[in-house]
Every structure is written in structure tokens, then in C-alpha cells.
């Protein structure tokens, strides 16, 4: 009998998968990458090895004019018939987002909101350089547009291919790596804890928070590849276990936070787990422990580029109350759930009097 030792695993890289993807649907795609991969060996590697040239380097959230710019483009380049988009989960978001608006047509900012695309997109690879995201599984990709910030969710928006490498994740530093891992157990918490999900959904994320338990009781180290692997896994499963989940109250109130303030996605969460004990107990130890043992302070984070003025708290408060289905989710029935959010999200803007 073959022992377990005597298996070997082969793990494909970027280049090699690439390769092969490429050979089917990527040969002249338009490429997106993240600001911080600019300089990075690896990924000019890839590019120069194929003559592929960055059509557009992203350094923030994408936006709906954006995404409409980049169409325009490519209707005026029909030898582009693809996207690729190399970096964290605002790259992904902006490739996703193009694919499915180039072959659906009009403007981007018109598909914002829930299964408005009517056909599949054109075909988009998408390659994580950030650990948890999801985004290279997930069905919404979130653009800031002229009204609110607001994702395309559609099973059109879902990448075609996505090429996990753990060994991108290695130069992530914690400001960026912890964030987005504990967005990735948040999704997981409030999938486990709603009651929308499908039991799929329920399931996996399950599966995710055991694995998280061995996340959370290690310092945040991608340079280790156990951990690595660990951090490319469960950002996969976490993402796919939003496809029949639903996420729940620190969601809500993290885009309310999001609406009001000068404050990534990943960041917002962890701030709106600071009073949501009532919904999250033990998980709201758990985030403010793993930012504790790597020794990452949020609100300073905050502070530098943010003052709370008269207009914060309505902000906020209209941004949350406008995602109702997951304070809903979040409740244990319909008629408590608004009234529930609405003390959320006083006690939040009174810590956000306090704090910044
Ligand atoms: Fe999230």
C-alpha cells in the first residue's frame, strides 16, 4: 500500500497554468493589474514572456467610469476578446466587471444591483495576489458609481478561470493580508449564522472556520507555504460558499461605514465588529484577537484620514439601512431586524465620536 509519504503533489505555478489557459481563450487579452504588482519580478515575468502589456495598472477601488472607459476601448479593439486581471480582490472586481459589461453592453453603473446582466460575459481570467478575498470565485464585483457603491451580483459576474498560486500571497504585508483574511471568516461567520444560506453554502463554511482555527492561533505569515496553502484555501471555499450564502449584520454596517467614511471594505468590517457582540460573540473575540496578535491597530489606521463631521452618522445609517436583506439574514425574524440595526449602528457612530 502506498503510504502517504509517497504521494507527490504537483503544484502547477503561474506561468505553467497560465500557459495552458492561455493556448484556449487568453491569447490577446486586455490586462488589468494591481498598482502594487507593477514592479513585482513575477508577475513582469508572465507579461513579458507572453509580450502582454498592462492596459490598466489599478492602485484603488475600482468605479463604474472606469470599467465604462475600458469598455470603450476594447469596442474600438476587436482583436481583444478577453480579460485578464492580476492583483487583489478591487483588480478582480474591475476585470470581472468589464467582462460582463463589454459583452452586455450600455453602462456599467446600469448593472449595478442584483441579476441585471442578461447575457455571459467575455472570458476572464482572474489571478489572486491577496489571501481572501474570494473574489476569484465570488458572483459580485463591487464598483464605486455616481450614486453608491454597489455590486455587480450576477452568475455572469463569476470569473471563467482563476489560477490560485500560494506563492503570490508571500509579499503581502499584514496591513493588507490580515484585513482581507478576516473578511474572508466574517463571510464565513455570517453565512453559518444567517438564515438565507443554502445548506451547500452552510457547509463549506463550516469547513472554513475549522480550517480558520488554525489561521487565527498563528501569527499571519504567508512566507510559510503550510500557511499559504491554508490562506489559498480557504479564501477559494469562502468565496464559493457565498455563492448560495448570504452575509449578515457587520456587512450591512461595514458599507454603511464604507458610505461614510475613507475606509476600505476589509478595514470597515473589522471596525463594525467592535459592536456587533449581540449577533457575532465569540467570532468578535476571535478578530479582535488575530489584529492583536499581529499587532495590527485599525482605528489608527482610520484616524489619519478620517474626521467624523456632522454628516457621518446619516451616512453611515443610510448606507447599512440600505442593505436590509442582510440585517434580515442576520436577525432571527423579519420584524426585529431593522429595529436591531438601527442600535448597531448608534452605538457605531457613538464609537466613531469617540475614536476619531
Ligand atoms: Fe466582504
Redesign the pocket.
Known amino acids: 500500500m502506498q503510504s502517504k509519504t509517497d504521494i507527490s503533489i504537483k503544484w502547477m505555478g503561474l506561468e505553467e497554468s497560465f500557459d495552458r489557459l492561455r493556448a484556449e481563450k487568453y491569447r490577446s487579452p486586455y490586462v488589468i493589474l494591481d498598482g502594487q504588482l507593477a514592479s513585482d519580478d513575477r508577475v513582469l515575468a508572465l507579461l513579458d514572456r507572453y509580450a502582454l502589456e498592462a492596459g490598466m495598472v489599478l492602485s484603488q477601488e475600482p468605479t463604474t467610469e472606469q470599467v465604462n472607459a475600458i469598455c470603450e476601448t476594447l469596442s474600438e479593439s476587436p482583436a481583444i476578446t478577453s480579460i485578464v486581471g492580476i492583483g487583489g ?1 478591487s483588480t478582480m472586481d474591475l476585470a470581472k466587471a468589464v467582462g460582463v459589461t463589454a459583452a452586455n453592453g450600455g453602462k456599467s453603473e446600469l448593472l449595478q444591483g442584483w441579476d441585471l446582466p442578461k447575457k455571459k460575459g467575455l472570458p476572464t481570467l482572474v489571478v489572486p495576489t491577496i489571501p481572501g ?2 473574489a476569484e470565485i465570488s458572483r459580485t464585483a463591487v464598483l464605486k458609481g455616481p450614486i453608491r457603491k454597489l455590486g455587480i451580483n450576477s452568475d455572469f459576474t463569476i470569473p471563467d478561470d482563476c489560477i490560485v498560486d500560494p506563492s503570490l500571497f508571500s509579499t503581502v504585508s499584514k496591513e493588507y493580508g490580515v484585513p482581507t483574511l478576516l ?2 471568516y ?2 464565513c461567520v455570517e453565512v453559518v449564522h444567517g438564515r438565507f444560506s443554502d445548506c451547500y453554502s452552510t457547509w463549506a463554511s463550516e469547513e472554513i472556520l475549522e480550517r480558520f482555527e488554525a489561521i487565527l492561533s498563528r501569527p499571519y505569515d504567508p512566507t510559510v507555504r503550510e500557511n499559504a496553502e491554508l490562506y489559498a484555501y480557504c479564501s477559494y471555499l469562502g468565496g464559493l460558499s457565498l455563492l448560495g450564502g448570504v ?1 449578515g449584520a ?2 450591512g454596517l ?1 458599507y454603511g461605514l464604507s458610505h461614510g467614511l475613507k475606509i476600505s ?2 478595514y470597515a ?1 473589522i471596525l463594525a465588529m467592535n459592536v456587533l457582540h449581540d449577533y457575532y460573540e465569540d467570532e468578535c473575540e476571535k478578530v479582535e484577537e488575530y489584529c492583536q496578535l499581529n499587532d495590527l491597530n485599525c482605528w489608527s489606521k482610520v484616524s489619519a484620514v478620517n474626521k467624523v463631521s456632522p454628516s457621518t452618522a446619516k451616512k453611515v445609517s443610510e448606507g447599512a439601512l440600505f442593505m436590509e436583506k442582510l440585517w434580515r439574514n442576520a436577525a432571527m425574524n423579519d420584524e426585529d431586524a431593522i429595529p436591531k440595526a438601527k442600535i448597531a449602528i448608534n452605538q457605531m457612530t457613538r464609537l466613531l465620536e469617540e475614536r476619531l
Do not use: A
Request: glycine share 14%; aromatic share 0%.
Open positions: 480582490g478575498t474570494g473578511d474572508c466574517i463571510h452575509v457587520c456587512h461595514s471594505h476589509s468590517n
